[in-house]
């Protein structure tokens, strides 16, 4: 090759880095933008104590991931050109697995997972602030929080409960969209009294997840709406059965609302006291003497059969659910462990079905183990069956994931008795298992046939 000639592989490599340059530096332009607005709206995010800007953030999407204002990143991340406090890597952190607070090297960091192509600064400033404050609940108040073990369990069948549900959301609707004064106290003290009668027939720990729920969710998303100047929209034909966890966030915002209205002074009540927000609603207006609310006999009886109509569309998404799970091809995978039960590390409690008293489908993120099994999935689905009372918390014996391409099997050790598994977002490593792959029925199954070791 002549001293002026270059060759086509180099000047190939060469466009393709000079294109992810360019792509590097038209999302840092982005994230700049990202930041500016952020550090604006968040002032309006008035709590004491919260300082978002102070607060590490986190950013990734299937470019790469942003480090920003964080005292420690880790390996690879490298300072952004031009940026003082922002650090970038072509790499997922495993703590990026939802929007949430994760320690990130030690310091408590809000994370985000940002949609692909353009970001829309205005939507996603208010939700950081949204994560920010999440790391403000985790590292001030770590009792503003729900136990997701409870969710597992929450009554959500009940038919008696989701009528008194309705009622009680259709109460909170009409306070905080009272025009008068008197409305709104009326119908504040008619959502009191339907939950006090609700929650009489709930079990304690379900009580206390709803509680638990609006502290934790409920008050990120009404700091977030400070920021984005919007009201609390509660849903005037209610909740499905099983949204509970997502009634939270729309209830919680709502009380938070009433409580700056007839209690000003509530932040500072809360911080102390740690309580609930419909306590603190409660000793507000407990005894102030108005006019009663109620809903109407007609709406009374609507809001039964439609409670009715609820439970049996809930039992129609579940069947769906179920079917389309068991057609997912082309590969399964199953998992046994039936004398040596596994236990949940970690999961997606926004993303999970509960079939029935013992099975649970997860349809974006689990991670199961004892002292023989690591199983990991992702952005798969999968089916667990649980071996006691509580589907999750007690063991799991069984794991079915399906959706999946052909499995790659890999195995070492003394006697090949360790088997690593991938195949799409499942990851798996099994030590003492009896395998069987079905190359026919496209099925790969593996049984635990010796104690984990201790």
Same mark, same amino acid.
Request: charged fraction near 25%; hydrophobic fraction near 40%.
């Given at each position: 090759?002549?001293?002026?000639?270059?060759?086509?592989?180099?000047?190939?490599?060469?466009?393709?880095?000079?294109?992810?340059?360019?792509?590097?530096?038209?999302?840092?332009?982005?994230?700049?933008? !990202?930041?500016?607005?952020?550090?604006?709206? =968040?002032?309006?995010?008035?709590?004491?104590?919260?300082?978002?800007?102070?607060?590490?953030?986190?950013?990734?999407?299937?470019?790469?991931?942003?480090?920003?204002?964080?005292?420690?990143?880790?390996?690879?991340?490298?300072?952004?050109?031009? +940026?003082?406090?922002?650090?970038?890597?072509?790499?997922?952190?495993?703590?990026?697995?939802?929007?949430?607070?994760?320690?990130?090297?030690?310091?408590?960091?809000?994370?985000?997972?940002?949609?692909?192509?353009?970001?829309?600064?205005?939507?996603?400033?208010?939700?950081?602030?949204?994560?920010?404050?999440?790391?403000?609940?985790?590292?001030?108040?770590?009792?503003?929080?729900?136990?997701?073990?409870?969710?597992?369990?929450?009554?959500?069948?009940?038919?008696?409960?989701?009528?008194? %549900?309705?009622? @009680?959301?259709?109460?909170?609707?009409?306070?905080?969209?009272?025009?008068?004064?008197?409305? @709104?106290?009326?119908?504040?003290?008619? +959502?009191?009294?339907?939950?006090?009668?609700?929650?009489?027939?709930?079990?304690?720990?379900?009580?206390?997840?709803?509680?638990?729920?609006?502290? %934790?969710?409920?008050?990120?998303?009404?700091?977030?709406?400070?920021?984005?100047?919007?009201?609390?929209? !509660?849903?005037?034909?209610? +909740?499905?059965? @099983?949204?509970?966890?997502?009634?939270?966030? /729309?209830?919680?915002?709502?009380?938070?609302?009433?409580?700056?209205?007839?209690?000003?002074?509530?932040?500072?009540?809360?911080?102390?006291?740690?309580? =609930?927000?419909?306590?603190?609603?409660?000793?507000?207006?407990?005894?102030?003497?108005?006019?009663?609310?109620?809903?109407?006999?007609?709406?009374?009886?609507?809001?039964?059969?439609?409670?009715?109509?609820?439970?049996?569309?809930?039992?129609?998404?579940?069947?769906?659910? *179920?079917?389309?799970?068991? %057609?997912?091809?082309?590969?399964?995978?199953?998992?046994?462990?039936?004398?040596?039960?596994?236990?949940?590390?970690?999961?997606?409690?926004?993303?999970?079905?509960?079939?029935?008293?013992?099975?649970?489908?997860?349809?974006?993120?689990?991670?199961?183990?004892?002292?023989?099994?690591?199983?990991?999935?992702?952005?798969?689905?999968?089916?667990?069956?649980?071996?006691?009372?509580?589907?999750?918390?007690?063991?799991?014996?069984?794991?079915?994931?399906?959706?999946?391409?052909?499995?790659?099997?890999?195995?070492?050790?003394?006697?090949?008795?360790?088997?690593?598994?991938?195949?799409?977002?499942? *990851?798996?490593?099994?030590?003492?298992?009896?395998?069987?792959?079905?190359?026919?029925?496209?099925?790969?199954?593996?049984?635990? /046939?010796?104690?984990?070791?201790?």
């Amino acid at each position: 090759m002549s001293r002026g000639a270059v060759s086509r592989p180099f000047i190939c490599l060469f466009l393709i880095l000079f294109a992810l340059a360019g792509c590097r530096h038209a999302r840092s332009n982005e994230l700049e933008e !990202v930041l500016e607005t952020y550090d604006s709206v =968040s002032k309006e995010a008035r709590w004491p104590g919260f300082l978002p800007q102070e607060i590490p953030l986190a950013l990734h999407d299937s470019a790469g991931t942003y480090l920003i204002r964080h005292p420690s990143p880790p390996a690879p991340f490298r300072r952004l050109r031009g +940026f003082s406090h922002i650090f970038a890597a072509d790499t997922v952190l495993s703590e990026l697995q939802a929007n949430t607070a994760a320690e990130v090297t030690g310091t408590w960091t809000a994370t985000i997972i940002a949609p692909d192509g353009d970001w829309d600064a205005q939507a996603l400033a208010p939700l950081l602030v949204h994560e920010a404050f999440h790391v403000f609940q985790t590292v001030s108040h770590p009792g503003w929080t729900a136990n997701e073990v409870d969710l597992f369990t929450y009554p959500v069948r009940s038919l008696a409960t989701l009528h008194g %549900r309705r009622l @009680e959301t259709a109460a909170l609707r009409r306070a905080v969209t009272a025009r008068d004064s008197v409305r @709104e106290l009326c119908w504040a003290q008619e +959502f009191l009294r339907q939950r006090r009668s609700r929650f009489g027939r709930l079990p304690a720990e379900a009580a206390a997840y709803e509680r638990g729920a609006e502290l %934790r969710e409920g008050l990120a998303r009404y700091v977030e709406a400070l920021v984005s100047g919007e009201d609390p929209v !509660v849903p005037g034909d209610g +909740f499905p059965p @099983e949204d509970v966890r997502e009634r939270a966030y /729309v209830s919680g915002h709502a009380i938070a609302v009433l409580l700056d209205r007839l209690a000003p002074g509530w932040k500072g009540d809360l911080a102390e006291n740690d309580a =609930s927000l419909d306590g603190l609603l409660g000793e507000a207006i407990g005894g102030v003497r108005v006019r009663r609310c109620a809903a109407s006999t007609d709406e009374n009886g609507r809001a039964r059969a439609v409670a009715r109509t609820d439970l049996q569309a809930l039992e129609g998404r579940d069947a769906r659910a *179920r079917v389309a799970f068991e %057609r997912a091809g082309p590969w399964r995978v199953e998992v046994s462990a039936q004398h040596h039960p596994l236990f949940p590390k970690q999961f997606d409690p926004l993303n999970v079905r509960i079939l029935g008293s013992r099975s649970v489908l997860h349809e974006r993120w689990i991670q199961l183990s004892n002292d023989a099994v690591e199983l990991e999935v992702l952005n798969d689905v999968a089916l667990t069956h649980g071996v006691g009372p509580h589907p999750m918390f007690d063991g799991v014996d069984r794991v079915d994931v399906t959706g999946l391409p052909e499995p790659a099997i890999e195995e070492s050790g003394e006697a090949n008795d360790t088997v690593r598994v991938r195949a799409g977002g499942l *990851r798996l490593t099994l030590i003492g298992a009896e395998i069987e792959v079905d190359a026919e029925a496209r099925v790969f199954r593996a049984t635990l /046939v010796r104690p984990p070791r201790r």
